[in-house]
């Protein structure tokens, strides 16, 4: 592993990194709820106000970038110098789909509801080769009560979502192997990640329903007190999952049997995107110390679909 070298700071929450052709990277700030530009020479511009709480992001296939929108999920909270997330504010009232135009910064509201229901809390999302997408729904955690919420598919169209996966703890990263076969999540609060073998566009394979009724098979369980957040695939087909208290990427192997583990200085690591030529760079947002890092990866980033 490289060194790690400091590309901004001052960020408000960064999540959701994407690494661009021109260098750049274009990340949500979720705090701030804008889609943000951090150029190659460290300038830091908005690109587009998104609202609510922007989250994930993903380039679709017309150029545009997909933001998962929490609806404004988190309230943020200042813990000595350290930007923390707690529970929502009494203004939530639920997320969406949107999809910006980087050229002009126009936000549209693709999807809000999915078979008459709101969603909650969209998350993070991935395309596939097909171009439509899967997104997790985190849903709302309080003191004394989880919803189980779920997988979505969606066309970036707009003309069809649907629910694939149901019954997931606080479902967060969401990747798709090297040859499209296996969808994996993330569950933040358990610190597990789960596998489904795709069968189609937007077909998952029920997989057996016990012990748990989402059919998952069990890819990587993190022991002592370890939370995930999102995740990307590598282009050996690693799933490198953000890790927060032990804060970090956690990267597991396709067949489970290695873990390997890269610390950073941040208890809330978020997310990580693969760029560079040789796709070997990857880019880690250090949420509440409100950062972007880069740094040599030991395997070469997955060119991702759009």
Known sequence: M????????GLLFPEGPVAMPDG???LTEIARGTLT?????????????????????AMGPDGRMYVANNGGRFAFHDLGGMLVPG???PTWTGGSIQRVDLDTGEVETLYESCD??????PNDLVFDAHGGFYFTDHGLRTDDRVELTGVYYAKADGSEIREVVAGLDSPNGVGLSPAGDKLYVAETHTGRVWSWDVT????????????????GALLHGAPGLQLFDSLAVDGEGWVCVATIQNGGITAI?????HVEHTAFEDLIVTNICFGGED??????????????????????????AH
């Open 2 to 9: 490289g060194e790690t070298r400091e590309l901004a700071s």
């Open 24 to 26: 750049s990277v274009v």
């Open 37 to 57: 530009r951090v150029g190659a020479d460290g300038s830091v511009d908005v690109v587009a106000d998104c609202g609510g709480g922007p989250n994930g992001a």
């Open 87 to 89: 529970h929502a504010p």
């Open 116 to 121: 008459g229901e709101h969603l909650r809390a």
């Open 200 to 215: 189609g566009p937007g077909e998952i394979a029920p997989g057996i329903p016990l012990p748990y009724a989402h059919g």
């Open 253 to 257: 192997s396709p067949d489970s049997t």
């Open 279 to 304: 796709l070997r760079t990857a880019y880690v947002t250090l949420s509440s110390t409100g950062r972007l890092v880069a740094t040599d990866w030991p395997r070469p980033g997955l060119r991702l």
